[in-house]
């Protein structure tokens, strides 16, 4: 998985997506009427956008396996950086040139989908393709709009408590465990504390989706309503009581803050530094710490300490097809073998990620030898997926400059609740 300093989830350049989707709306095309021809065997040549180079080897292999099967379907990577990736995506699409098959966060997949941009995948499920059963239904669900699927499973990722066993040791604190509350973890980073020799008990990233979005889920709250067009941080009072929670761990010193973590995040520089003594931390990032430890980083993982109930943010990236493509058939059977057991134990046995297929953890978890990754794969049970609204995720990058305005003391703590609020509502509203 990606172990940049970037929230996974979240589009930075959300107002490309909009204007990508807004393009394809108004050129009258829906996404019901995207068909095509299966592939007939013909050669072709088709492309794959990917934004990770850490991840280009991993995929040649799954290329080179589909190619065996496939040998008259040449399929060509385009790499494109994350900060150019979704400029370039959306330009591609309202051009016409865009890549066959791509990568796709879900906080997109409504946006592209709505705007008939993508292919709807539902005939690769079922009798003679992907069994919806080898896949959690939450990632399922990531890629799924209006009662059609629209991306082929690649991998998924849950969050869980990374944690310094020297600083523990120093502290003479026992590890933590399945047992943890909110109450205990709160407890136990302002022992680790140690402001003279410059330790934080705790490393909150700025990031919703490893840091205070699995907080909110916790405390049973959400983000958006039902209907995913307003904020209800503040009227359900649960979500804003959780952000609070977080904030007074930046308050109290107990966490960098954000003047910090913009030059040194906590995931990247603070914790593999030894400066920080937990971190709630991506599967994503297991691969990482784990290869440090023989250069003497004593790294550890438990779950995620628990509120009102046990809860963590799953992700996952989707294998999808654009609905221009001049090779649709060929591009769908790429995004059927990418979702099959041949590609998916590739996504673990050469470090990609956790697959998303059922079964296949063990290839992912057997290269971590030093670490419990397994609490990983279990806190699937007990993930949640984000909250993906039709108009595009311009709405998380307005949320997250609010809740950091509150880590660095900008917003009083009382207030944050209603200034998120009222901040994400003024940018649905703009983006509708």
């Known amino acids: 998985m990606v172990s940049h300093k970037f929230d996974r989830r979240t589009l930075m350049q959300a107002s490309a997506a909009g204007a990508a989707a807004a393009m394809f709306a108004k050129s009258g095309f829906a996404q019901d009427e995207v068909t095509f021809e299966p592939y007939d065997g013909e050669e072709v040549t088709i492309s794959y956008g990917i934004w990770d180079s850490a991840q280009q080897a991993g995929v040649e292999e799954q290329i080179a396996a589909f190619k065996a099967v496939q040998p008259n379907i040449t399929v060509e990577i385009q790499l494109t ?5 979704w400029t370039k995506l959306q330009t591609a699409v309202s051009g016409g040139e865009a890549f066959d098959v791509f990568w796709l966060n879900s906080a997109n997949c409504p946006v592209y989908a709505s705007a008939g941009a993508l292919v709807p995948l539902d005939s690769i499920f079922g009798e003679g393709g992907l069994d919806p059963a080898n896949y959690p239904e939450q990632i399922l669900d990531l890629y799924s709009f209006e009662g059609h699927r629209y991306g082929s499973p690649r991998e998924y990722d849950t969050i869980a408590l990374f944690y310094n066993k020297d600083i523990f040791d120093a502290a003479g604190e026992a590890y933590p465990d399945d047992t943890w509350d909110w109450a205990k973890f709160r407890e136990v980073a302002e022992k680790l504390t140690d402001e003279a020799n410059g330790i934080y008990g705790v490393g909150l990233h700025l990031s919703g989706q490893e840091n205070y979005s699995n907080f909110v889920l916790q405390n049973e709250g959400r983000y958006l309503n039902d209907a995913l067009d307003a904020c209800v941080v503040a009227d359900e009072v649960v979500a804003g009581e959780a952000l609070q929670w977080v904030t007074q761990f930046y308050l109290d010193g107990l966490t960098p803050g954000p003047d910090v973590q913009q030059s040194n995040p906590a995931p990247d520089s603070l914790f593999p530094g030894g400066v920080v003594g937990m971190l709630p931390g991506g599967s994503f990032r297991a691969k ?6 023989e250069s003497g980083f004593n790294v550890g993982v438990a779950p995620l300490p628990q509120g009102k109930k046990r809860a963590t943010v799953i992700h996952g990236l989707g294998n999808v097809v654009w609905s221009g493509s001049k090779n649709i058939g060929a591009a769908v059977e790429f995004a059927k073998f990418l979702g099959g057991e041949e590609a998916e134990r590739l996504i673990g046995t050469t470090g990609i990620g956790l697959p998303a297929f059922k ?7 057997d290269g971590l030898t030093e670490l419990d990754a397994q609490v990983f794969v279990d806190a699937s049970e007990y993930g949640v997926i984000p909250q993906d609204p039709i108009f595009g995720p311009a709405w998380q990058g307005t949320l997250g400059e609010e809740v ?22 003024a940018t649905i509203a703009d983006s509708q």
């Open 288 to 293: 990482t710490y784990h290869d440090l430890i």
């Open 359 to 365: 079964g296949l953890e063990y290839t992912w978890t």
């Open 81 to 85: 950086p994350w900060s150019d990736y």
């Open 404 to 425: 950091q305005k509150g880590f660095a003391g900008e917003t009083e703590l009382d207030a944050i609740p209603q200034t998120v609020q009222d901040a994400v509502n």
